[in-house]
């Protein structure tokens, strides 16, 4: 019974930057992980990045790892993602999503989801 609201998406050149947020709120509760996740059109969904509770632990697809930064709010209830230089292989509708306990990339074992937002990095 938790819901992400996702903002920060939109229209960037290829080299610039943006920085999405997902704010979850309803029953949060502690200690729960919370990750990014994108998908193009006729393609699986892929996972960029997912940080612990505490923001200890990180992990990046090697995709982006060097460029995106994940953080999160908890006082909030937000997670973060910074994305610089952005190239257009980067366009996709990207999710925010949480899980309990510790994060991974695997989707399948995110309990809620966002509805998504559409990043689109021209060339």
């Known amino acids: 019974q938790v819901q992400m609201v996702e903002s920060g998406g939109g229209l960037v050149q290829a080299g610039g930057s943006l920085r999405l947020s997902c704010a979850a709120s309803?029953?949060?509760?502690?200690?729960?992980?919370m990750g990014w996740f994108r998908q193009a059109p006729g393609k699986e969904r892929e996972f960029v990045a997912a940080?612990?509770?505490?923001?200890?632990?990180?992990n990046y697809a090697n995709s982006v790892k060097g460029r995106f930064t994940i953080s999160r709010d908890n006082a909030k209830n937000t997670v973060y993602l910074q994305m610089n230089s952005l190239k257009p292989e980067d366009t996709a509708v990207y999710y925010c999503?949480?899980?309990?306990?510790?994060?991974?990339?695997?989707?399948?074992?995110?309990?809620?989801w966002g509805q998504g937002t559409q990043v689109t990095v021209s060339s």
């Open positions: 999503a949480l899980k309990w306990g510790i994060p991974n990339m695997r989707a399948h074992e995110y309990n809620y």
């Open positions: 309803g029953r949060t509760f502690n200690s729960y992980a």
């Open positions: 940080i612990s509770w505490s923001g200890s632990t990180t």
